[in-house]
């Protein structure tokens, strides 16, 4: 079955860069989805952060964090990417790598993720 894999979260201070793996496997045609990051918060929603389409064609932000996270993926290793670069306090949240069917579109709900993460904290201290 599919699975995702995420790590590389830690604590780290304002300004500081951090980089967050997920290592995708059980997929057959990886050209057939996208893959993503979501983050969660205490006490809020899950929200869409980025999303690459698997042939690296396309790439999609959330506004606050354009400019400051890259998303990419090394296909030989089946493992997509967030690189998180000028971290601020309000980037604390939980991350969770998704996974979406194309058809499904552009993953910027969790309505639209077909698979989950476990999740890796992220915590920037001021």
């Known amino acids: 079955q599919v699975q995702l894999v995420d790590s590389g979260g830690g604590l780290v201070q304002d300004g500081d860069s951090l980089r967050l793996s997920c290592a995708v496997s059980?997929?057959?045609?990886?050209?057939?989805?996208?893959v993503g990051w979501f983050r969660q918060a205490p006490g809020k929603e899950r929200e869409f952060v980025s999303a690459?389409?698997?042939?690296?064609?396309?790439?999609y932000y959330t506004d606050s964090v354009k400019g400051r996270f890259t998303i990419s993926r090394d296909d030989a290793k089946k493992t997509v990417y967030l690189q998180m670069n000028s971290l601020k306090p309000e980037d604390t949240a939980v991350y969770y790598c998704?996974?979406?069917?194309?058809?499904?579109?552009?993953?910027?709900?969790?309505?639209?993720?077909?698979?989950w993460g476990q999740g890796t904290q992220v915590t920037v201290s001021s």
């Open positions: 998704a996974a979406s069917v194309l058809g499904r579109g552009v993953p910027r709900s969790t309505k639209n993720v077909d698979y």
């Open positions: 059980g997929i057959t045609f990886f050209s057939s989805y996208y």
């Open positions: 690459i389409h698997w042939t690296g064609s396309s790439t």
